[in-house]
T-cell receptor
Framework: DTGVSQDPRHKITKRGQNVTFRCDPI?????LYWYRQTLGQGPEFLTY????????KSRLLSDRFSAERPKGSFSTLEIQRTEQGDSAMYLC???????????????FGPGTRLTVL | QKEVEQDPGPLSVPEGAIVSLNCTYS??????FMWYRQYSRKGPELLMY????GNKEDGRFTAQVDKSSKYISLFIRDSQPSDSATYLC???????????FGTGTRLQVTL
């Protein structure tokens, strides 16, 4: 499978616990994005990386959220001290970043569905 | 007010019908416009994108952009039951990488 993969697909946790999600992008893609989608809404941008550098973070990304892409390949998104409002689908996408047109082709993974009890 | 507005539907059409899906936006800096299809509990799948104003056709799908009206459309010809999904419009400025999405329109194509 050469698409974007995410792990786990589902995560149920109790309020206050920490959770970590992983995203493996398409192998030749140097840009990686995280979005969050709640029920009945479109995805909302959280952050993105070019290679290992985190270039932009949304105001949605509170200090309880941290994302890394240590070697410019896979990425992790950690949420500390989870709250019920964090319940959502966390989507990862990747793209090439060599030109403006390539950035338009963001390919999404299947998402990680987080439920905070 | 959201930057991108999209009617959530649901929109129900018979098989074979032409479907029209639309979004309006307020940010005049948006230059690239995408359409994604999302099946239930799956990630969005890129259908097509257009740059600035004009039309683009890909098989049964046609995307239109009218920047003067800040209005974009996706037309689906000869709709099939397999087209039943949520359709998301997305857009970005020329300098930003992040996509700004609409809420999505849920489409149901009936036999």
């Amino acid at each position: 499978d050469t698409g974007v993969s995410q792990d786990p697909r589902h995560k149920i946790t109790k309020r206050g616990q920490n959770v970590t999600f992983r995203c493996d992008p398409i192998s030749e893609h140097n840009r990686l994005y995280w979005y969050r989608q709640t029920l009945g809404q479109g995805p909302e941008f959280l952050t993105y990386f070019q290679n290992e550098a985190q270039l932009e973070k949304s105001r949605l990304l509170s200090d309880r959220f941290s994302a890394e892409r240590p070697k410019g390949s896979f990425s992790t998104l950690e949420i500390q001290r989870t709250e019920q409002g964090d319940s959502a689908m966390y989507l990862c996408a990747s793209s090439l970043g060599s030109s403006g047109k390539r950035v338009n082709e963001q390919f999404f993974g299947p998402g990680t569905r987080l439920t905070v009890l | 007010q959201k930057e991108v507005e999209q009617d959530p539907g649901p929109l129900s059409v018979p098989e074979g019908a032409i479907v029209s899906l639309n979004c309006t936006y307020s940010n005049s800096a948006f230059q690239y416009f995408m359409w994604y299809r999302q099946y239930s509990r799956k990630g969005p799948e890129l259908l097509m994108y257009t740059y600035s104003s004009g039309n683009k056709e890909d098989g049964r799908f046609t995307a239109q952009v009218d920047k003067s009206s800040k209005y974009i459309s996706l037309f689906i010809r000869d709709s099939q039951p397999s087209d039943s999904a949520t359709y998301l419009c997305a857009m970005r400025t020329g300098t930003a990488s992040k996509l700004t999405f609409g809420t999505g329109t849920r489409l149901q194509v009936t036999l």
